[in-house]
C-alpha cells in the first residue's frame, strides 16, 4: 500500500473518505454542492458517527459520480485511536472495492503530524493480507485499492509517518506472515532463511546456531523438545546495534514452529492452530525489523528460540529429565508444556553472552491465560515494578494491550519435582503464572525481566481496525514503542 500525504485534495478519481466525530458533521462542508444530500443520506440511514461505523455513498461531482466514504470515529475517541480507526476501517471498506485510490480527507480534525501519519500507519495494517495459497480468487475477491492519500494532516505528517511508521509496518508484515505461513513451510530452519531473506540490508547482525553447536553448550531443555522432529532446531540470534548503551536489552521469543504436544499429544479438534506458537519469536524478528528500518538509537538482542513439537520413536517421555544449559535439571512431566523449556535455554543463553540488563520474552505460552484474559489482553508478569509500568504504558499506547499478573514465591513452590530441581508444569489452577514462575528460575539475580504471555493474542478470529481475522502482528507495536518510550527518549 503506498501511503502518502498532502494539504489539498488531489484532482482525478478516487474515493473520498470524510471523518464524523459523533454528531459533528463539520467535515462535510467540504463536499460543496453534495453536501445536502450526503447529509440527508446519512439521516436516513441513521447514521450517528459511533466509532468505525461506516456510511457507503455515492455523490455527484460535476457530473462525475465519486464514492463518498463517511467514517464515523465516536464523539470524544482520543485522538490516535481514533486516527487509526478512521485509517484502519477506510482501508478494509475500499480494499476490494475496485477502488484504487483512497483520499482520507482530515482537514477538519486539527490533528498533528503523529496523529495523521497514524491514518496512514492503521491503513497500510489493515490492507496487508497473504494470498500465496489462494490461486482461485475471483477478480472480484482481488484488493484493488493500492494508494492512500492523507489530506490535511499539516506539515511533518509524512516525515513522521516515513520515519517512525512505515517501519513498523514492514515488521508487523513479516511478523504476520511468519506467523501465516503453515508449519510445513516456516520450521525452524525455513524460519531463519525467511528472517534472513527479510533483514537484508537493514544492518541487523544474524547468528545461528545449529543443534550440534547448542548440544555442545548444554541446551537439553530446548533440544529435548526438538528431539521428537524430523525438523532440526535453532537459535536465532539478531543484533541490532543503533546506540551507545553498554548492555543491550533483550527481547526473547518463543517459536515452536508447531506444537502437537510431543507425547502429552493434543486434541485433534483445532490443532492447526498450533502453526502459530511460533507468534513470539515472529514478534522478535519483526521488531527488530522494524528498530533497524527506524534506526533506532538503542543496542537490542533478539533472540528466537526453534523447534518443532513433535510425537515420534525420538520424542522425550513424560518423566525425562534434562539438564538445562543453566545447569539446573527439570523433570519433563508434559511434553505440552514445551515453550517454557525453550525459553530456559534461550534467555540463559542471552544473559550468559549478552549481559542484558533487561530481558523481555514473548511466548504463547499457556491456554489458561486465554481463560484469564481473553482475547483483549495479553498477561503481563514481571520482577520489576518500573519495567512493568513501562510495558502496560507501551502496551495501551500501541494497542498491544498487557494485563499485570503476579508472580509469588508461593507458586513457584508449585513446581518443585522429587527427583530433580523442577518440574516443567503445576497444578491447573493459576496455569499461566506457574509456566510464568518457571522462566523466572532462568533469570539471573539483578536482572529486570518481563515475560508477556500472548497465546490469546497472535492469532484473532475477529478484525480490527489494524488486522483482518488471522495473524494480528502484536508484540512488534509494543516493543517498538517500549524501545521508543524508554530506551530513546534521552
Ligand atoms: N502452545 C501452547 C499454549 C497455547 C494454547 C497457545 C492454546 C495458544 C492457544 C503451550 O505449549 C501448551 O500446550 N501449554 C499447555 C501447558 C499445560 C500442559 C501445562 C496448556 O496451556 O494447555
Ligand atoms: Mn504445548
Ligand atoms: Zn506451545
Avoid at 440511514?45 to 455523490?59: L, N, T
Avoid at 491503513?123 to 482481488?142: E, G, H, I, P, V
Avoid at 541446551?219 to 540470534?237: F, K, N, T
Wanted: hydrophobic share 40%; charged share 20%; with cysteine.
Amino acid at each position: 500500500m503506498q501511503i502518502s500525504f498532502a494539504e489539498t485534495r488531489p484532482t482525478g478519481d478516487y474515493a473520498l473518505v470524510l471523518p464524523v466525530a459523533g454528531k459533528d458533521r463539520a467535515s462535510l462542508a467540504s463536499l460543496g454542492a453534495a453536501q445536502q444530500a450526503v447529509g440527508a443520506a446519512l439521516d436516513r440511514q441513521r447514521f450517528e458517527g459511533e466509532g468505525s461505523s461506516v456510511s457507503e455513498q455515492f455523490a455527484d461531482e460535476g457530473g462525475a459520480v465519486r464514492r463518498v466514504l463517511i467514517v464515523g470515529l465516536g464523539a470524544g475517541t482520543a485522538a490516535a485511536d481514533a486516527a487509526e480507526k478512521l485509517g484502519g476501517t477506510a482501508a478494509a471498506r475500499l480494499l476490494t472495492s475496485g477502488e484504487k485510490k483512497a483520499v482520507i480527507d482530515v482537514s477538519s480534525l486539527g490533528y498533528d503530524a503523529d496523529t495523521a501519519a497514524r491514518v496512514g500507519l492503521a491503513a497500510a495494517l489493515r490492507s496487508w493480507r497473504y494470498d500465496r495459497y489462494r490461486t482461485k480468487l475471483k477478480d472480484s475477491q482481488k484488493p484493488t485499492l493500492d494508494e492512500v492519500v492523507i489530506v490535511g494532516g499539516g506539515q511533518g505528517a509524512d516525515q513522521r509517518y516515513r520515519s517512525r511508521w512505515a517501519p513498523v509496518v514492514e515488521g508487523v508484515s513479516l511478523t504476520r506472515e511468519l506467523v501465516t505461513e503453515p508449519a510445513n513451510i516456516i520450521y525452524p530452519e525455513t524460519f531463519v532463511e525467511r528472517v534472513r531473506a527479510s533483514l537484508d540490508g537493514s544492518g541487523v547482525e544474524i547468528q545461528v546456531l545449529d543443534r550440534a553447536e547448542m548440544a555442545k553448550l548444554g541446551m537439553g531443555a530446548l533440544l529435548g523438545v526438538a528431539q521428537g522432529s524430523a525438523r532440526e532446531a535453532r537459535l536465532m540470534i539478531l543484533k541490532w546495534n543503533g546506540g551507545t548503551n553498554g548492555q543491550p536489552t533483550a527481547f526473547v521469543g518463543k517459536g515452536v514452529t508447531f506444537d502437537t504436544g510431543g507425547i502429552s499429544i493434543k486434541p485433534a479438534a483445532g490443532m492447526e492452530a498450533m502453526k502459530w506458537d511460533m507468534g513470539g519469536a515472529g514478534a522478535v524478528a519483526g521488531a527488530l525489523k522494524a528498530l533497524a528500518l527506524r534506526k533506532a538509537k538503542t543496542n537490542i538482542v533478539g533472540i528466537c528460540g526453534l523447534v518443532e513439537n513433535m510425537p515420534g520413536g525420538n520424542a522425550q517421555r513424560p518423566g525425562d529429565v534434562v539438564t538445562t544449559l543453566s545447569g539446573q535439571t527439570v523433570e519433563v512431566i508434559n511434553t505440552d508444556a514445551e515453550g517454557r523449556l525453550v525459553l530456559s535455554d534461550a534467555v540463559c543463553y542471552v544473559q550468559r553472552n549478552f549481559k542484558p540488563s533487561t530481558v523481555i520474552d514473548l511466548a504463547t505460552l499457556t491456554g489458561a491465560i486465554l481463560i484469564s484474559l481473553g482475547h483483549e489482553w495479553a498477561g503481563l508478569f514481571s520482577n520489576n515494578e518500573e519495567l512493568a509500568s513501562a510495558l502496560l504504558k507501551a502496551g495501551s499506547e500501541s494497542g498491544d494491550k498487557l494485563w499485570r499478573m503476579p508472580l509469588a514465591e508461593s507458586f513457584d513452590r508449585l513446581i518443585d519435582s522429587p527427583i530433580a530441581d523442577m518440574k516443567n508444569v503445576g497444578p491447573r489452577e493459576g496455569g499461566s503464572i506457574t509456566a510464568a514462575q518457571f522462566i523466572q528460575r532462568f533469570i539471573e539475580n539483578g536482572v529486570k525481566w518481563a515475560h508477556v504471555d500472548m497465546a490469546g493474542k497472535a492469532w484473532a478470529d475477529k478484525p480490527s481496525s489494524t488486522y483482518e481475522k488471522g495473524a494480528t502482528g502484536f508484540g512488534v507495536r509494543l516493543l517498538d514503542q517500549y524501545v521508543a518510550d524508554v530506551l530513546e527518549s534521552h
